[in-house]
């Protein structure tokens, strides 16, 4: 009799045990929710990749189950990545233009929910299963095309984009608008040249592309390529110039910081803070699931945002810049600039 009371015994600590480690664990997600993240390119470019990578770590830290499989630019594995990804996957996160095929894998895999980060495919209404994200990546832009065109010393100013598609022309269009309202506000003439690198991780072809904008005068130069612009960061200090990163705060991230001084600023696309907000309210609520729509990251829910580094870094836009962003910030929210866009 003492020894099955003791067997008993154990049984139910044991059983309290687990309940008490289910209830008070980190892992607050339900069980099994599986999210895969194609990268159609590679991780390490320290800009918009690995903010997408941070989302998906930080969802694996809140108890999702998470992995995450890089395509390193080979378009043979595009495809078959993203639809072993939807068989074995609640969720699909894509990430890279390059994923073009998306939305028909999506029509083969109905009972799985694809979301497609900074890009749109054409007929997206037609997909209740694939919400494409995109960024207002054009208003961030004209922030630090605003700072660019103040503080210019040439009159010119660069721009570098990863490849020749709407989402990078966005980024240049609000650049360029930013940079030349700058100009007329400041009664100086400034004129914004531009490059496609036409890779998304290859730094000496961001070197090469900022010293042939350098040779024409550019003094500041917005690097909107992934790994490719980190070439033309790493060249700046040689060139004698400044640039602008974008996605992360690179001033911190880039080399640990390493080229912080020759970063004014970084425009953030918050690629992380998209994801983690966006799968969190549609698993907490499947009605906030808005699949056949675009979801518009802005600075409302600081999605987009310019950062300076952190707070011990020296501030290298001047106050009276920063008081004049402070008022275009506020023209583009109450509608007073309205900020061209290429899509």
């Known amino acids: 009799m003492k020894k099955f009371i003791s067997v008993a015994l154990v049984a139910v600590m044991v059983l309290s045990m687990s309940l008490f480690m289910a209830s008070c664990g980190g892992d607050d997600k339900e069980e099994g929710v599986q999210i895969t993240g194609v990268i159609a390119t590679q991780l390490g470019d320290m800009s918009f990749n690995d903010s997408a990578k941070a989302g998906l770590d930080e969802l694996e830290e809140q ?132 490059g496609y690198t036409g890779d998304w991780s290859d730094t000496n072809l961001g070197a090469e592309h900022a010293q042939d904008q350098a040779t024409r005068g550019a003094d500041i130069i917005f690097c909107a390529a992934g790994g490719s612009g980190n070439g033309a960061i790493m060249k700046a200090k040689d060139l004698g110039i400044k640039c602008i990163g974008v996605d992360q705060d690179q001033r911190i991230t880039l080399g640990d910081g390493q080229y912080a001084d020759d970063i004014l600023c970084s425009m953030i696309k918050n690629v992380q803070k998209s994801i983690v907000d966006y799968v969190n309210e549609f698993y907490e609520d499947d009605s906030k699931w808005i699949g056949g729509e675009v979801f518009y990251a802005g600075s409302e829910g600081n999605y987009v945002e310019v950062a300076y580094g952190s707070e011990d870094m020296e501030m290298l836009v001047p106050d009276d810049v920063l008081a004049a962003l402070d008022e275009q910030m506020a023209k583009i929210k109450d509608g007073t600039i309205v900020v061209d866009t290429a899509l």
């Open 63 to 194: 108890g999702y189950t998470v992995n995450v499989t890089e395509c390193n630019t080979d378009e043979t594995q595009y495809e078959p990545q993203l639809r072993t990804a939807a068989e074995k996957s609640e969720i699909v996160i894509g990430v890279g233009s390059e994923l073009t095929m998306i939305g028909d894998i999506a029509k083969e895999y109905p009972d799985t929910k694809f979301i497609w980060i900074d890009n749109v495919v054409d007929d997206y209404k037609d997909i209740s299963n694939l919400t494409c994200i995109s960024y207002k990546q054009n208003e961030g832009s004209y922030l630090v095309g605003y700072i660019a065109g103040s503080m210019t010393e040439t009159g010119v100013v660069g721009f570098i984009g990863g490849a020749d598609i709407p989402v990078i022309n966005d980024f240049y269009v609000g650049y360029e608008q930013g940079a030349l309202q700058a100009g007329k506000d400041l009664d100086k003439d400034v004129k914004v040249i531009k």
